[in-house]
């Protein structure tokens, strides 16, 4: 059963356009979500993150969104670029518990 | 320089053959996990330790032993690999629950 969905394996985006990456949670008891990016050959980096209580969270290029009615959360890059190119998880968990559940990430391909 | 170190970065075994890869963080972090990545099932947790002496488990922790002695170190263990444990492996650590987590770079795993 998974409780971190990330349904686009994949995204194809020009650069200097906005990049959205999809996230969806069934559990209503996660209350602080982030996202990581992962470079081939490489552990996951920390990107950025957002607690339940706000629904925007923004750093630079960056910018997460949290619907918590929905139960969904977005990551958009504005403006794109190559660099980008990555597999981002979005990964969330629950205050009080230690465990932290990722999605199974999606491909962003930045094309020049 | 702050980083989590992981060891062996590849390894190929055979069914049965008792191994240990290694985990070390220098950022005096409590929190430390495991984590398998595979395709399609993105990252999924092993274990998890809050602090020395202190484990439980993740997601996945069948045919997986950890140990906390040090707060620097954790250990995973795989007293009998099969091959289905044949994957990529991610330690991580952060400085409190819930907070941002380093990664490792990664423990390439085949079993035979």
């Known amino acids: 059963d998974q409780q971190v969905k990330q349904n686009s394996p994949s995204l194809s985006v020009q650069e200097g356009r906005i990049s959205i990456l999809n996230c969806d949670y069934t559990n209503s008891m996660f209350d602080y979500f982030l996202w990581y990016k992962k470079y081939p050959a490489e552990g996951p980096t920390f990107l950025i993150s957002i607690s339940s209580i706000k629904d925007k969270n923004e750093d630079g290029r960056f910018t997460v969104f949290l619907n918590k009615s929905a139960k969904h959360l977005s990551l958009h890059i504005v403006p794109s670029q190559p660099g980008d190119s990555a597999v981002y998880f979005c990964?969330?968990?629950?205050?009080?518990?230690?465990?932290?559940?990722f999605g199974i990430g999606t491909k962003l391909q930045v094309i020049p | 320089e702050a980083q989590v170190t992981q060891n062996p970065r590849y390894l190929i075994t055979v069914t049965g053959k008792k191994l240990t890869v290694t985990c070390s963080q220098n950022?005096?972090?409590?929190?430390m996990s495991w984590y398998r990545q595979d395709p399609g099932l993105g990252l999924r947790q092993i274990y998890y330790s809050v602090n020395v002496e202190v484990t439980d488990k993740g997601d996945v922790p069948e045919g997986y032993k950890v140990s906390r002695k040090e707060k620097r170190n954790f250990p995973l263990i795989l007293e009998s690999p099969s091959p289905n444990q044949t994957s990529l492996y991610f330690c991580?650590?952060?400085?409190?629950?819930?907070?941002?987590?380093?990664f490792g770079p990664g423990t390439r795993l085949l079993v035979l």
């Open positions: 991580a650590s952060s400085l409190n629950w819930g907070e941002t987590q380093y």
């Open positions: 990964a969330a968990s629950v205050e009080g518990y230690q465990k932290v559940t």
């Open positions: 950022m005096n972090h409590e929190y």
